[in-house]
């Protein structure tokens, strides 16, 4: 009978394990909570973004259905309690389940989508003190509007024209043009997957995890007007 050698069948062989020491440069600076210090807008904060100009950070909180200001220290990178604005109080809407925060490429505006709410709220930002103004709030099936059920991932374009949302459970991307005056959006349209040839996550790759779909088309913006077309990778 063939001897077969114990290193054969336990082959292949492991790199030696050489445990390292992680040395972190990172020095604590700070904790705010929600709650404490007069501190509100931070019960599940949900996302963050800091203006172009580092003079401030904005929160979205997901169960304070808000968005929460704070000013920063350039120097010491420390923050300041400035301001909350919830859904439902003051006239603001659109914030209820509140996901993401995004300051504009030109710091006038600030936008943030609200899951309970299916929509996305405008507000204008003050460059000097950072202070944030409600302007608007567009919502999923009111005014002509779709493409904003479970209103979720939200990005403006580096030209400040334009700002697109995900809608979770309406499978598509809503369209929106921006003034960069007033802070407010304009409703341009949508894409649906699986309509109009936009079928992304649909197409299962060999040798990939069964079940898992890959999206086979990336988005470009049209050089006038803003809309997103399909295209083939
Ligand atoms: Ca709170
Ligand atoms: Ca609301
Ligand atoms: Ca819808």
Not at 10 to 17: G, H, R, S, V
Not at 90 to 118: F, H, R
Not at 148 to 161: K, N, V
Request: contains cysteine; neutral net charge.
């Amino acid at each position: 009978m063939k001897h077969v050698s114990k290193s054969s069948v336990l082959a292949p062989t492991f790199e030696p394990f050489e445990p390292r020491i992680l040395l972190s440069t990172h020095t604590f600076l700070q904790s705010l909570q929600d709650g404490i210090g007069g501190v509100d807008g931070l019960n599940q904060a949900y996302s963050l973004d800091i203006s172009p100009d580092g003079r401030n950070v904005y929160v979205a909180a997901y169960a304070d259905k808000s968005v929460a200001v704070f000013s920063r220290d350039a120097a010491s990178g420390l923050l300041t309690y400035q301001q909350v604005l919830k859904d439902g109080v003051g006239g603001v809407d659109g914030l209820n389940s509140a996901s993401i925060v995004k300051v504009s490429p030109d710091g006038l505006s600030v936008y943030v989508t609200g899951q309970g709410d299916n929509a996305i709220a405008a507000f204008s930002r003050d460059t000097t003190t950072g202070l944030l103004t409600y302007r608007q709030v567009l919502k999923d099936g009111v005014g002509g509007v779709d493409g904003l059920y479970i209103a979720y991932g939200l990005a403006i374009s580096p030209d400040g024209a334009n700002v697109y949302v995900t809608g979770g459970y309406d499978n598509a991307i809503a369209m929106f043009s921006r003034n960069s005056a007033t802070s407010q959006l304009s409703y341009m349209g949508l894409l649906r997957n699986g309509v109009g040839g936009f079928t992304p996550g649909r197409t299962v790759w060999p040798g990939r995890q069964p079940g898992r779909s890959e999206c086979l088309y990336h988005l470009r913006q049209r050089r006038l007007g803003g809309h997103l077309l399909p295209q083939h990778l």
